[in-house]
Structures are given as C-alpha cells and as structure tokens.
C-alpha cells in the first residue's frame, strides 16, 4: 500500500513536470486585462453614480449659517431633482416639468451673481408682492405672523434677538433676528416675475439672498430639500450630531 501511494505521487509530479510552463501575459494582454477587470467596472460605477447624482438625487453642504436655525453649518441636506422637473443629465435642459416650487419651501439653487449653488426658502412665487417692514415679511400685501416658541404672537420684531416662528402659507418654521448686525430689514415691495422666485434666508439678518442678487429664473432651482442626511459639528472636531441625521427640514 505504501509503494502504490509513492508511485501514485511520483505520476503526478512527473505529470506536473512535463505540463508546459504558463507564457507571462505581454504587456499588451496586461493592460486590457486591467481595463477589463478594474477599469472599466469602476468607470461604468462612477459613471451610474455621476448620472444619478446628476438628474434624480444628490446631497449639498452647508457651509455658512444662512438658514439657522432650521439648517445648521455643517449639515449635509439631501436634495430631490425630480420634486419638479426631470433635467438632462449633466446639464439645466428640462425634459418635462410637473410641479414648481411653492412658499416655504427650502430649495437648492445657482446663484444668479456668481452661480454659485445656495440653499434658501421660497418666499414668494411669480405674480406675488414682496415687502419687508422692520423684518416683518409681507406677501402681496399681507403681515406674516410671528410667534414665541411659546405660541406668543409677537407684533414688533425691531428690536427681536431670538428665534420666533414665522407662518409663511401655512409652512411653520423657525427664523431668526439679530438686531446689531448690519442688514436690510426694510426692502420692496418688488413684483416677483413670470419665471422667477424671491429666495431668503431664515437668519433673516445674515443671509444673502434675493434682497442682494435678485430674483432667480426656475431654471437655475436644482431642487427641494426636506430632510438632512447627517450633520458634522466643526466646533467641536467635526463630531457627528446623531440627533440631526435624518432630521427633516421644515
């Protein structure tokens, strides 16, 4: 029995041994082996995610406090592209339009100054009148209400240096004041026209917006945002604020 396992070992090595010697692939074969198994499976990946990105969804930082206290540095806000129209990839072309933004919704843009891309809300649709009175916002002609956390409703905001929460079309969100800071409380009445949106910031005293760069044509809007993905706290070593991930915006 143990000559037979010798013998039956010393076939296969002899077998092993006469087998002719695998050729190294040329440089030729190398690299389309490496486009076929890495580069072309990653490329065909970033090209679905670029695409994706491009046309149906896509996330945005945000870097300064314009929208606090509802959008904080720091968040990174999910953005919808197809809550109004469907875009050619890559590209501001409309293939087909089915809804247009509405007051109080926060939106994604490009900035009619420099293009670049902003976050702010809605205040006011093609047709409507704006003013703002010692930061009291009117809509074709109309006060806003203001109200404490508390469900006080507050009837000056000259000298506000708190967060009060603002009805603009039946949307409830948090704005905020701050008196010394330099800013214009007092703009308009401008008609927003045919094709156009009248954006601000929820930090009403620090934000730029349309009462700076003006009215922004619907098709720079990229989209509406309605929820964060996850939040960064920079001041405190970039930790994670589990509370914010998923929030929804309103």
Request: glycine share 4%; hydrophobic share 45%.
């Given at each position: 029995m143990v000559e037979s396992k010798s013998s039956a070992e010393?076939?296969?090595?002899?077998?092993?041994?006469d087998a002719p010697a695998k050729a190294p692939m040329t440089w030729g074969q190398r690299t389309r082996h490496i486009w076929r198994e890495w580069i072309r499976p990653i490329?065909?990946?970033?090209?679905?995610?670029?695409t994706f990105r491009s046309a149906v969804a896509d996330w945005n930082d945000v870097p300064t406090p314009s929208m606090d206290p509802t959008i904080l540095v720091g968040d990174r806000i999910l953005v919808n592209k197809l809550a109004y129209d469907l875009k050619v990839p890559f590209t501001r072309y409309h293939l087909a339009e089915w809804g247009a933004p509405k007051r109080g919704e926060i939106v994604v843009f490009f900035s009619p100054r420099d293009e670049t891309r902003m976050v702010k809300r809605v205040v006011g649709v093609p047709g409507d009148v704006i003013e703002l009175r010692s930061n009291r916002l009117y809509v074709n002609g109309e006060p806003l209400s203001y109200t404490t956390s508390d469900g006080v409703e507050v009837n000056s905001l000259r000298n506000a240096d708190d967060v009060y929460i603002e009805n603009l079309d039946g949307v409830e969100h948090?704005?905020?004041?701050?008196?010394?800071t330099p800013a214009p409380r007092t703009f308009g009445p401008v008609t927003v026209p045919e094709g156009h949106y009248f954006m601000m910031g929820d930090?009403?005293?620090?934000s730029f917006d349309s009462r700076g760069f003006g009215f922004v044509e619907r098709r720079r809007i990229v989209g509406r945002s309605s929820r964060v993905a996850l939040s960064l706290d920079s001041s405190r070593y970039y930790l994670p604020r589990w509370g914010r991930f998923f929030h929804g915006l309103r």
């Open positions: 010393e076939t296969v090595t002899g077998a092993e041994k490329l065909v990946v970033v090209i679905v995610l670029s948090a704005v905020q004041f701050t008196p010394r930090n009403r005293d620090n």
